[in-house]
């Protein structure tokens, strides 16, 4: 397994591992009415892989051969209470993939991506009732903060809680 900087051409490898991750990890917890519904080709665009400002989202994908087996993002903070913290925006494995290593590798790498910029403590949300996913950051020593609140992600109203973890 491979992991690299993702690239303008892994925009649609990446948004099939993202919608397959979405319908298995969140069945259950979202509506299966809207993960049925849910298609790669429209997710593709909206990834910025072309650039190299830290200011940015950053993605690293994990793949061997020309697979993508996942990925995980961050960027600079966007809270207003944690303004010099780095936050992880995205990490998801393709299903596929799950239990293999690669997530605990993709967090790690972006956890060594956030410091190399010179970012001591990061930030992820989860959803509230995704407790595999809760699982897996406290073994990788992200602690829940106490914020809850509910946001739009891909126009699905979505409960989430904060976790943060020095870098």
Not at 16 to 34: D, E, F
Not at 60 to 68: K, L, P, R
Not at 73 to 91: F, I, M, R, V, W
């Amino acid at each position: 397994m491979l992991l690299r900087p993702a690239e303008p051409s892994d925009a649609l490898a990446i948004a099939r591992v993202h919608v397959r991750a979405w319908q298995q990890g969140y069945s259950g917890i979202l509506p299966a009415s809207y993960l049925n519904q849910l298609r790669a080709e429209d997710r593709a665009d909206k990834y910025d892989l072309s650039h190299s400002d830290p200011s940015k989202p950053y993605t690293i994908v994990a793949v061997s051969g020309n697979i993508v087996h996942g990925f995980a993002t961050t960027c600079p903070s966007h809270e207003s209470d944690l303004p010099n913290h780095g936050e992880l925006t995205a990490l998801y494995v393709d299903p596929h993939s799950w239990g293999l290593g690669v997530g605990v590798a993709l967090v790690s790498a972006a956890r060594a991506h956030m410091a190399s910029l010179g970012v001591r403590q990061a930030y992820l949300f989860t959803l509230v009732d995704n407790l595999r996913a809760q699982r897996f950051y406290k073994t990788d020593q992200w602690t829940p903060d106490g914020l809850e609140r509910t946001d739009t992600v891909w126009g699905a109203a979505v409960h989430v809680l904060r976790f943060q973890r020095n870098l």
